[in-house]
């Protein structure tokens, strides 16, 4: 079989490293920005890394303007593109989690500019990916390819002071690979949906590295933190391989996008995406209680009750979850599960009660 030519973007800088907040300014000189970048920060982390990234800027003597992203949505990201036109920047600063990495991410895609990821937690892969996931107004998840972040700055002390939770969910995101892995050999195989092996081998190596750190990271040492944060870009990277999300995001992501549609008040992402792998592991006769001991010593919910999420909603969301997007085959088929399947497979992973 022919394929076309395949075009492959990657970061040309990652730091993963202690007080790289107040280098920022050489990062931006040494990429070639010394007039003017936009910063674009969340409410609460601008007094967290937001304003020192301004104040490092300003020692640098490089004009910074900033962008205070309060919700992902496509209107905000709109928002900042006029922001773009208006200012001209010559890059962005993306001070956050994902959803200011996020914004960033499409906005800068679409002004044909590149941008800067500095993230503030290690949550989930979206921090390195070329993938942004946005809701619009009716909380329908988007997930389009745009660019990845033309470097990466990690600084470790900042991530390490981010609370507890954020961590564990990055471990759920990271532990998904195995089923999102599955997922895409899988599709090969029942649609011919090619996906590239060194891509998949890359995610599945962050899953496995990550899981045999598991006591550093159980932890917190910074040993651990970084293991994680370098995992996590090298799920971005293999996003960027593949030119996909697909050696990523599986059924276990399906089952996560399904509570974000129905569920009162969804966890976070890389919760509910940790709970689904344990499920889809199962599907996929895998280990399943070695995944959900690893939640557990991270201290990443392994039940509805610790997702705070009713159980009635986590079964409706597994029997809802192929529809959410159609044309990503899983394990969960063209039909899914139904209510009887669904129930069985929670109660049988010790999801619900
Ligand atoms: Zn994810």
Redesign the pocket.
């Known amino acids: 079989m022919r394929r076309g030519p395949h075009e492959i973007r990657l970061p040309m800088k990652i730091v993963v490293g202690n007080g790289l907040l107040e280098k920022i300014g050489n990062y931006c000189r040494k990429l070639g920005f010394n007039e003017k970048v936009l910063v674009l920060t969340g409410p609460h982390v601008y007094y967290v890394a937001g304003k020192t990234v301004l104040d490092y800027l300003e020692d640098s003597r490089i004009n910074a303007d900033y962008f205070i992203v309060k919700e992902p949505t496509f209107d905000v990201v709109e928002e900042v593109q006029e922001v773009i036109r208006e200012v001209r920047p010559e890059t962005l600063v993306a001070v956050g989690g994902g959803k200011v990495i996020d914004v960033a991410k499409l906005a800068s895609f679409r002004e044909n500019l590149p941008f800067i990821s500095v993230p503030t937690a290690a949550s989930?892969?979206?921090i390195a990916s070329p993938s942004v996931s946005l809701k619009r107004r009716d909380r329908t998840p988007v997930s389009l390819m745009a660019q990845p972040p033309m470097a990466i700055i990690a600084d470790v002390d900042v991530i390490m002071r981010a609370p507890s939770r954020l961590l564990a969910s990055g471990c759920g995101?990271i532990v998904?690979k195995l089923t999102a892995v599955r997922d895409a050999r899988l599709a090969y195989m029942i649609k011919g949906e090619y996906c590239g092996d060194y891509a998949l081998s890359l995610a599945l190596l962050s899953a496995k590295h990550v899981m045999r750190s598991v006591d550093l990271i159980a932890r917190r040492s910074e040993a651990g933190v970084r293991t994680l944060i370098e995992a996590l870009i090298s799920c971005g990277v293999a996003m960027s391989i593949a030119g996909s999300s697909r050696p990523?995001?599986g059924s276990e992501?399906l089952f996560s996008h399904a509570l974000d549609l129905i569920a009162p008040k969804p966890a976070l992402?890389?919760e509910q995406?940790g709970v689904g792998t344990i499920m889809m592991a199962y599907l996929h006769r895998m280990n399943w209680r070695r995944v959900k001991e690893f939640l557990r010593r991270v201290g990443a919910p392994t039940t509805a009750k610790e997702l705070g999420i009713d159980e009635y909603y986590v079964v409706e969301a597994l029997t809802i979850a192929h529809k959410v997007k159609p044309r990503r085959y899983t394990i969960l088929g063209e039909t899914g599960l139904t209510w009887e399947a669904a129930e069985r497979l929670a109660k049988a992973t010790g999801v619900i009660e």
Do not use: E, I, M
């Open positions: 989930h892969d979206g995101d998904a990523c995001s992501h992402h890389g995406v």
